[in-house]
């Protein structure tokens, strides 16, 4: 809290992130919540998340990973998503939530699963734009797509495979990439997707900040 107070009051400093998960016995919400909301370049403080709710994206710090798979799907479908139904599997602060504001201000009709939702695999199917970030390795199969969506896998998951009668870790996303590739109108491969996109909308969100502390 003392550094977080002390990069607050540091002009030359103009983004503060903090990487989550915190050791349990440190409270995140005190945390995060400390940052200065025109130093939140993450998007996690309550402010920034109210403007991004209030459908106000262009003022909000808006979270790096929704931001940066909002611009892919704006890049194959355009900014205008009327009449095009999302479903976004998954409903953390970090990704579903955010990534449903902004499909929402950007006109689609936008559907949150989660672990309660019932026949994922029949919702799923209805989606124009599909975005997956659940956190269990290719949970959704090549006949959970509509042929021809949008699928954005925002699921890192490290999974044993054998090579030449070796065992080794392998990164795989929530999507099941070789059965999707074939239905799928466009999917983002894991890793080298989602990934480097956020790193990128970090630096963009800084940048802005940086901008708008100079003028
Ligand atoms: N590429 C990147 O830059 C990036 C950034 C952030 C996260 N990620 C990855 O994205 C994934 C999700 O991250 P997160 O922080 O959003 O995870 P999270 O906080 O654990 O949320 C996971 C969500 O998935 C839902 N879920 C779990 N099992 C399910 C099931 N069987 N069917 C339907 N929904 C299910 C959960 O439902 P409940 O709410 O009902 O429990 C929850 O809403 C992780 O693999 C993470 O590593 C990647």
């Not at 540091?10 to 990487?19: E, F, M, R, T």
């Not at 919400?29 to 130093?39: M, R, S």
């Not at 403080?45 to 003022?59: E, K, V």
């Not at 929402?104 to 989606?127: G, P, Q, Y």
Request: aromatic share 2%; net charge negative.
């Amino acid at each position: 809290m003392a550094l977080i107070d002390q990069l607050n009051n540091d002009a030359s400093v103009h983004g503060i992130l903090v990487q989550l998960p915190l050791p349990k016995h440190i409270d995140e919400q005190a945390v995060t919540q400390a940052i200065l909301p025109e130093k939140d370049v993450d998007g996690f403080h309550f402010q920034n998340i109210g403007m991004l709710t209030a459908g106000a994206t262009d003022s909000a710090f808006v979270p790096c990973t929704p931001a940066g798979c909002m611009l892919m799907i704006e890049d194959q479908l355009g900014k205008d998503l009327s009449g095009l139904d999302a479903v976004i599997i998954g409903r953390s602060n970090i990704v579903g939530k955010p990534m449903a504001s902004l499909l929402l201000a950007a006109n689609a009709t936008v559907t949150i699963c989660h672990s309660r939702t019932k026949d994922l695999a029949a919702v799923a199917r209805r989606a124009d734009i599909l975005v997956a970030a659940v956190g269990r390795a290719e949970m959704v199969k090549g006949d959970w797509i509509k042929p021809g969506a949008v699928v954005v896998d925002v699921g890192i998951n490290r999974i044993e495979v054998e090579v030449d009668g070796e065992k080794k870790n392998k990164l795989v996303g929530d999507v099941d990439y070789d059965e999707a590739v074939n239905v799928a109108a466009a999917i983002t491969p894991v890793p080298g997707g989602v990934g480097p996109m956020t790193i990128a909308l970090l630096m963009a969100n800084t940048l802005r900040s940086a901008e708008r502390s100079a003028t």
